[in-house]
């Protein structure tokens, strides 16, 4: 199957998120799928947010090996694109549109490999692919899926197909969304003393967070946690003192740290000018020692098809992982895709063609050699 086209095909498959709607992209994969043997099913998180799983062998002895991704794609932004958004077009050895980066290339490359060793699938200890729903917005679609298919597989280890440049990365960090809201007293605006202004309570907490010291050790890879205010709104109409503003703080975190202490700990740092803390997104960090036998055997398969053994890293963004590892009790997981890590929700996202048929490569080395070693390594 080629990788390629594939990943064409599923750029011009609009599946924006938000304005979220991946069912015919679900659908697409699916078909595709069951044409090929796979045991195919869909999960609907909500109308038409639909996540497709694939299943395949299971004969042999030992646990699973799932490779998981996601199929919805931030929106275009508001710049101009210098290409068709959804054309799929190969200009100077890079294929554009959004979404082929992050992550319809990997997606591609995990389910053409898979197709690619049909058959030869059955007879080992099976095959699990997860292309999921709603992930940009916080793995809406991986969390209950997780949930659902944790009882009945036995996964052993996973590979996630984010952006990566092909480089096996070991890890990432948390996310913890928080949704800030200060309350006021509305009044005139040409009588401000009636009234008690909520913008002017949550602008003092934003900058007493640009000022906030999470005080944590460094993680020799992920490095520490970081804070952004992504958005304050306030206000209905000038003339009116405001009584409410919300402001949404996005934090990432290295491992070992405990989002509910970090919870409180801002409620006693804002003090009285914010009067709600809650949080929309909570995500894990993901780790796996790096010196994981199967980890191990990653780095030694990558090692021929790249030309140089990479070196350990980590990424700064969360992927499936943060819902899917835990759901399948701490599976070794690396994050492995053909994407070019930078170019994720840019305009005129691209992705290296070249790059496509080395992670189908990759894929498929990592599925035999799992078939041949993985009742050893666990
Ligand atoms: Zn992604």
Not at 13 to 34: K, M, V, Y
Not at 118 to 124: F, I, P, V
């Amino acid at each position: 199957m080629d990788a390629i086209e594939l990943t064409r095909d599923l750029v011009a498959i609009q599946s924006l998120n938000p304005g979220g709607d991946e069912h015919d992209c679900a659908l697409f994969l699916g078909g595709l799928l069951e044409e090929a043997g796979f045991e195919v099913s869909y999960h609907d998180f909500a109308p038409r947010r639909t996540s497709v799983v694939a299943k395949r062998g299971g004969r042999g002895k030992g646990r699973q090996l799932c490779f998981a991704g996601h199929i919805d794609t931030v929106p275009l932004g508001s710049q101009p694109w210098s290409v068709d958004p959804f054309g799929g077009e190969i200009r100077d050895g890079r294929l554009y549109g959004r979404g082929v980066t992050d992550m319809k290339s990997g997606i591609a490359a995990f389910v053409s490999a898979a197709v690619d060793l049909g058959e030869a699938l059955d007879d080992g200890p099976g095959l699990l692919l997860i292309m999921a729903a709603g992930e940009e917005t916080g793995c809406e679609g991986s969390r209950p899926l997780g949930a659902e298919l944790a009882g009945e597989v036995e996964v052993g280890a996973m590979v996630i197909a984010e952006p990566t440049y092909n480089l096996p990365k070991v890890g990432h960090r948390g996310a913890f969304w928080l949704r800030m809201t200060a309350a006021g007293k509305t009044a005139h605006g040409s009588m401000p003393e009636h009234g008690i202004n909520a913008l002017y309570k949550a602008a003092r907490a934003a900058g007493k967070l640009e000022d906030f010291d999470f005080n944590v050790k460094r993680h020799p890879l992920l490095g520490g946690n970081s804070l952004s205010v992504g958005n304050l709104h306030s206000g209905q109409n000038v003339n009116s003192v405001p009584d409410r503003a919300v402001m949404e703080v996005d934090i990432r975190t290295i491992p070992g740290v405990d989002h509910g202490s970090l919870r409180e700990g801002f409620l006693g740092y804002l003090g009285a000018d914010i009067e709600a803390i809650e949080p929309f997104v909570d995500l894990d960090s993901v780790w796996t020692d790096p010196a994981h036998p199967w980890m191990q055997r990653v780095f030694d398969l990558v090692t021929p098809i790249l030309g140089a053994r990479p070196e350990i890293g980590a990424l700064p963004f969360f992927t499936d992982a943060a819902v899917l590892q835990p759901a399948f009790g701490g599976v070794p997981t690396v994050i492995l895709g053909p994407g070019e890590t930078h170019m994720a929700h840019q305009t005129d996202e691209y992705c290296l063609v070249d790059n496509i048929p080395v992670a189908v490569e990759i894929y498929r080395r990592i599925i035999e050699d799992w078939a041949e070693s993985n009742v050893a390594v666990l």
